[in-house]
C-alpha cells in the first residue's frame, strides 16, 4: 500500500496566528515529500520540496519565512503557516514519494487540508 | 524548463461509452515518467496510470489505458467503458527520471462528466 495523511482535514484560524498541518506517509518511508497549494477548479501549485534531516526547497515567489517545513522523520513533514491572512485560504496537498529498489517512485498524496483564516 | 499541457478543459463522456483525454508536454529530456492523476470532488488525488519514457509499450490499467507517442511528446489517456464514478478532474504529469523522488509537473487539469 501507499497511504499518505494529512491532519487537520479542515481548519479555520484568526488572521495573525499560525497554523501547522501535518504530513504523514502512513505505511512507508518518504525522503521526499511536496508540499502543493491548490485554489478551486485549478492545478496544484508546489510550493517547497521537503527533504527528511535537511532544509526544504522552496519555489520561487513562495516565502520561506512564512510557510516553515519541517521534515524531522522518514514518516512526518509539516507546514507551519505562519501569521495567517486571509489571502492564505486555500487547499493544501502533501504528497510523499514511495522509491523501491527497481521500481518508479511515484508520489502518493494526502487528502489535503482545507485552510480558512478569517 | 518541462511544460504540461491539457488542451480540453472540460469533456463529457455518455455513460459506458469511451472518452479520451488530451495531454502534451515539452521536454528536452530523453528519460522522464508521465502520470495521470484523478481528483474526484473529495479533492484526494488518485494515481490512475503510469508510463515510463523508456518502455513501448502503452501502460494500462482495467479500462485505463494509454496513447505514448514519445516523439510526438503526447500522452493521452482512454476511459473505456465510463463510470458515473469517473466523473472527476483528471490531471497529466511529468517527472524527469534524472533522479529518485523529482518533483513533477503538472498540467491545468480537465474536467470530466459523466452522463447517465
Known amino acids: 500500500g501507499a497511504v499518505v495523511s494529512q491532519h487537520p482535514s479542515w481548519v479555520i484560524c484568526k488572521s495573525g496566528t499560525s497554523v501547522k498541518i501535518e504530513c504523514r506517509s502512513l505505511?512507508?518511508?518518504?525522503?521526499?515529500m511536496f508540499w502543493y497549494r491548490q485554489f478551486p477548479k485549478q492545478s496544484l501549485m508546489l510550493m517547497a520540496t521537503?527533504?527528511?534531516?535537511?532544509?526544504?526547497?522552496?519555489e520561487q515567489g513562495v516565502e520561506k519565512d512564512k510557510f516553515l517545513i519541517n521534515h524531522a522523520s522518514l514518516t512526518l513533514s509539516t507546514l507551519t503557516v505562519t501569521s495567517a491572512h486571509p489571502e492564505d485560504s486555500s487547499f493544501y496537498i502533501c504528497?510523499?514519494?514511495?522509491?523501491?529498489?527497481?521500481?518508479?517512485?511515484?508520489?502518493?498524496f494526502g487528502p489535503g487540508t482545507r485552510l480558512t483564516v478569517l | 524548463a518541462q511544460t504540461v499541457t491539457q488542451s480540453q478543459p472540460e469533456m463529457s463522456v455518455q455513460e459506458a461509452e469511451t472518452v479520451t483525454l488530451s495531454c502534451t508536454y515539452d521536454?528536452?529530456?530523453?528519460?522522464?515518467?508521465l502520470f495521470w492523476y484523478k481528483q474526484p470532488p473529495s479533492r484526494q488525488m488518485i494515481l490512475v496510470i503510469r508510463?515510463?519514457?523508456?518502455?513501448?509499450q502503452n501502460a494500462t490499467e482495467n479500462r485505463f489505458s494509454v496513447n505514448f507517442q514519445k516523439a510526438a511528446k503526447s500522452f493521452s489517456l482512454k476511459i473505456s467503458d465510463s463510470q458515473l464514478g469517473d466523473a472527476a478532474m483528471y490531471f497529466c504529469?511529468?517527472?524527469?527520471?534524472?533522479?529518485?523522488?523529482?518533483?513533477?509537473?503538472f498540467g491545468d487539469g480537465t474536467t470530466l462528466t459523466v452522463k447517465p
Open positions: 504528497s510523499a514519494s514511495k522509491v523501491l529498489a527497481g521500481e518508479t517512485d511515484t508520489q502518493y
Open positions: 505505511d512507508f518511508q518518504a525522503t521526499t
Open positions: 521537503s527533504n527528511e534531516g535537511s532544509k526544504a526547497t522552496y
Open positions: 521536454t528536452s529530456e530523453s528519460d522522464y515518467y
Open positions: 508510463q515510463e519514457a523508456y518502455k513501448q
Open positions: 504529469a511529468y517527472r524527469s527520471a534524472r533522479t529518485n523522488a523529482g518533483k513533477s509537473t
